[in-house]
C-alpha cells in the first residue's frame, strides 16, 4: 500500500532562518505531489504542485520555493522565514492519471512557527 | 470548483449513526463529492468519494441527491475517535497537469461523538 511520510513534525525558526521540509511517498511510481498551508482555523491553500522530477508549479507568489529531486520526493524551502510563513504545512500525493476520481492523500503534517 | 455549505457543528452519541449534510447546489455536471476529515494537528483524512451514485467503503456511505445539489456523509457506528473536522469538497478530479490540486476546504463541521 502507499504511505506519505513528511518531516520533521514541529518546528521553531527564527525570522530569516532557512526551511527545509521533506516528503517522501511510498509504495507508487510518478506520483503528482503538492504542497498545501493550512492557516489556523482556516482552509488548505494549494502552494506547489508537481507533476515529475523537476516540474514545479506555484500557485501563490510567496516566500517559499519547491524542489522534486527525486520521483518521490518533494521539498519545501525558504532561504529567509518570515513570520507569515508560521503554519501547518501538509505534503500531499494522487495518482498520476487520466481516470476520474483521482483521490489527493496527505501526510501527517508539519507546524511551522516562525519566532 | 464549486462552494460547499455544512453545519458549523454536530453531536452524535457512541455507538449511533453520525449523519452530516453538505449542500453544494452549484456543483457542475463533471464535478465529484470528496469527503475528509482532519484530527486536530494532523493531516486531512480522505473519507471516500462519489459523482452521482451512492458509494459505500470500510468508513462510511455518501448518499448524494438525485439532483446532485446535496449530501450526505454517514458513519454508521459512530465511535470516539470519529471525532473530528468533516470536510465536504467539490472537484474536478483532473488526473494530471493545470491546477489540479486545489482543494477548497471550507470551515467544515466539527463533529463530537460523545458517550
Known amino acids: 500500500s502507499q504511505t506519505i511520510h513528511q518531516w520533521p513534525a514541529t518546528l521553531v525558526q527564527p525570522v530569516g532562518s532557512p526551511l527545509s521540509l521533506e516528503c517522501t511517498v511510498e509504495g507508487t511510481s510518478n506520483p503528482n505531489l503538492y504542497w498545501y498551508r493550512q492557516a489556523a482555523g482556516r482552509g488548505l491553500q494549494l502552494l506547489f504542485y508537481s507533476v515529475g522530477i523537476g516540474q514545479i508549479s506555484s500557485e501563490v507568489p510567496q516566500n517559499l520555493s519547491a524542489s522534486r529531486p527525486q520521483d518521490r520526493q518533494f521539498i519545501l524551502s525558504s532561504k529567509k522565514l518570515l513570520l507569515s510563513d508560521s503554519g501547518f504545512y501538509l505534503c500531499?500525493?494522487?495518482?498520476?492519471?487520466?481516470?476520474?476520481?483521482?483521490?489527493?492523500?496527505f501526510g501527517e503534517g508539519s507546524w511551522l512557527t516562525v519566532v | 470548483d464549486a462552494k460547499t455549505t455544512q453545519p458549523p457543528s454536530m453531536d452524535c452519541a457512541e455507538g449511533r449513526a453520525a449523519n452530516l449534510p453538505c449542500n453544494h447546489s452549484?456543483?457542475?455536471?463533471?464535478?465529484?463529492v470528496y469527503w475528509y476529515r482532519q484530527i486536530h494537528s494532523q493531516g486531512p483524512q480522505y473519507i471516500i468519494h462519489?459523482?452521482?451514485n451512492n458509494e459505500t467503503n470500510e468508513m462510511a456511505s455518501l448518499i448524494i441527491t438525485e439532483d446532485r445539489k446535496s449530501s450526505t456523509l454517514i458513519l454508521p457506528h459512530a465511535t470516539l475517535r470519529d471525532t473530528a473536522v468533516y470536510y465536504c469538497?467539490?472537484?474536478?478530479?483532473?488526473?494530471?497537469?493545470?491546477?489540479?490540486?486545489?482543494?477548497?476546504f471550507g470551515k467544515g463541521t466539527k463533529l463530537s461523538v460523545k458517550p
Open positions: 500531499a500525493w494522487s495518482v498520476r492519471s487520466a481516470h476520474s476520481g483521482n483521490t489527493i492523500y
Open positions: 462519489g459523482l452521482k
Open positions: 469538497i467539490v472537484r474536478v478530479p483532473r488526473g494530471y497537469g493545470g491546477s489540479q490540486g486545489n482543494l477548497i
Open positions: 452549484t456543483i457542475s455536471g463533471n464535478e465529484y
